[in-house]
């Protein structure tokens, strides 16, 4: 499973837009990009998901370059309400649906 | 309201005493998950199953044990063989194993008396 580098923390300010990078060099052919979203004491909600290329729902933008090697989620104007930890995830369909969280990226978005 | 349950919210262990975490979801997901979440860390693969009467070990079965008798619950014991259980557990589920989106419970958290 490819292994993921994320900042262990961002600092940001409510209004500004903060874009979390993830590096992820052994991404493999089939593999798929996901963000999760983890609030302190509550289990981790799936914010995006992509392959390549840019994809964007109601809460966030992910852009994947040509290579894969490296993805980023773009939060557009944060609020306080978005301070959490966010993971990026990188993994096989595949294989019996083993997901490796590492430490995520602690946001944390001040007034 | 469809989703994942997980019960208790807490939970109190003693010394040598096997406990038993409840996780129940009426999604109609195949797959379900069990990780364990200690502070400031990411989240750890106890168990998974696939599908009903099957399910694998994950990185950190050692002093825990599952079952999956119905698709909708699969409950995790952590027995006394687990030395250091103090954590915070959480139960996902997913559509089936090839689906990367899953889908967490609250989580129960831990705690040795």
């Known amino acids: 499973l490819a292994k993921t580098t994320q900042p262990i923390s961002m600092d940001s300010y409510e209004g500004q837009e903060v874009n979390i990078t993830c590096s992820h060099n052994?991404?493999?052919?089939?593999?798929?990009i996901t963000w999760y979203q983890q609030f302190p004491s509550q289990g981790p909600r799936f914010i995006i998901q992509?392959?390549?290329t840019k994809v964007t729902n109601e809460v966030a933008s992910l852009f994947i370059p040509a290579d894969r090697k490296s993805s980023t989620l773009s939060l557009p104007r944060v609020s306080l309400s978005d301070t959490a930890v966010y993971y990026c995830?990188?993994?096989?369909?595949?294989?019996?649906?083993?997901?490796?969280f590492g430490q995520g990226t602690e946001l944390s978005v001040k007034p | 309201d469809g989703g994942i349950t997980q019960s208790p919210k807490y939970l109190f262990r003693k010394e040598g005493q096997n406990v038993t975490l409840s996780c129940e979801q009426n999604?109609?997901?195949?797959?379900m998950y069990w990780y364990r979440q200690d502070p400031g860390q990411g989240l750890r693969l106890i168990y998974y199953s696939q599908i009903v009467n099957d399910f694998q070990k994950g990185d950190i079965a050692e002093g825990y044990s599952v079952s999956r008798e119905k698709k909708e619950s699969f409950p995790l014991t952590v027995t006394s063989a687990q030395k250091n259980p103090t954590a915070f557990y959480l139960c996902?589920?997913?559509?089936?194993?090839?689906?990367?989106?899953?889908?967490f419970g609250p989580g129960t958290r831990l705690l040795v008396l």
């Open positions: 996902a589920s997913s559509i089936g194993s090839s689906q990367e989106t899953q889908y």
């Open positions: 999604l109609n997901h195949d797959a």
């Open positions: 992509g392959y390549k």
């Open positions: 995830l990188v993994g096989v369909y595949n294989q019996g649906g083993k997901l490796i």
């Open positions: 052994n991404i493999a052919t089939n593999d798929y």
